[in-house]
């Protein structure tokens, strides 16, 4: 297996596929890890909420980190490690923009949302929130087979048209040994 850094547009690209990451908050040296559905434009990861403990810390330390994968095999993945800083989109007037943005998404993906949007049962309404996460930096790896991989490939595959990834590692030798 060989693993390699993806380059900032791969990353970009990545983030922008992305519909769940793990968003991780801390307070207190104690660590907090959930799932969120995330939207991708311009520079900000937009999300949104209900009142509760993520959204309590991050009003206390704004400082967040996003991870994102995809998952193919153990020999064959990709994962992204976002880090930025959480900013609460409230109903005001300097916030339309941003707000406006964030309705685009639940516009796009309207299922995301209700269970933010109905209260649970025997709990009082919670008022939904939007937020987006300023990327200040991320890091992206990919895994792909190595060549000794390709010997597990069985004989009978060999006359076979050869997959991408195959091809890609093939030239790849290819190119270092020339
Ligand atoms: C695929 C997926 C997508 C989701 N997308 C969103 C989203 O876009 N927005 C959103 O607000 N929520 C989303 N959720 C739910 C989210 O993961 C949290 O469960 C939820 O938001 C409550 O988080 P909270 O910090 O407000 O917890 P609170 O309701 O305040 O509860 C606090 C305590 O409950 C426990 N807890 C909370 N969440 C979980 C959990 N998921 N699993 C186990 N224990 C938990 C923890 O021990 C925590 O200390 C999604 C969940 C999944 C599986």
């Known amino acids: ?28 040296n104690q660590p907090y890890v959930v799932p969120i559905h995330i939207d991708f434009a311009d520079g900000f990861v937009y999300s949104f909420s209900t009142m509760g403990q993520k959204i309590q810390w991050m009003r206390l330390n704004p400082l967040v980190c996003l991870e994102i994968e995809e998952f193919t095999s153990p020999k064959q993945w990709a994962t992204l490690v976002v880090f930025g800083q959480y900013e609460e989109l409230p109903d005001k007037p300097e916030y339309t923009y941003p707000r406006s943005m964030a309705e685009r998404l639940f516009q796009r993906h309207p299922m995301w949302w209700e269970p933010a949007s109905v209260p ?52 790849r030798l290819l190119r270092r040994q020339s």
Do not use: Y
Request: charged residues 30%; positive net charge; contains cysteine.
């Open 1 to 28: 297996m060989l693993i390699e850094e993806m380059k900032h547009h791969e990353c970009s690209a990545m983030l922008a596929r992305a519909t769940v990451a793990r968003l991780a908050c801390a307070v207190d």
């Open 120 to 171: 649970l049962a025997g709990h009082p309404h919670r008022s939904p929130i939007l937020f987006r996460i300023v990327v200040a930096r991320m890091s992206g790896r990919r895994a792909e087979p190595d060549v000794s991989d390709v010997r597990e490939i069985p004989t009978s595959a060999s006359n076979q048209r050869r997959p991408r990834w195959l091809e890609r590692t093939l030239s």
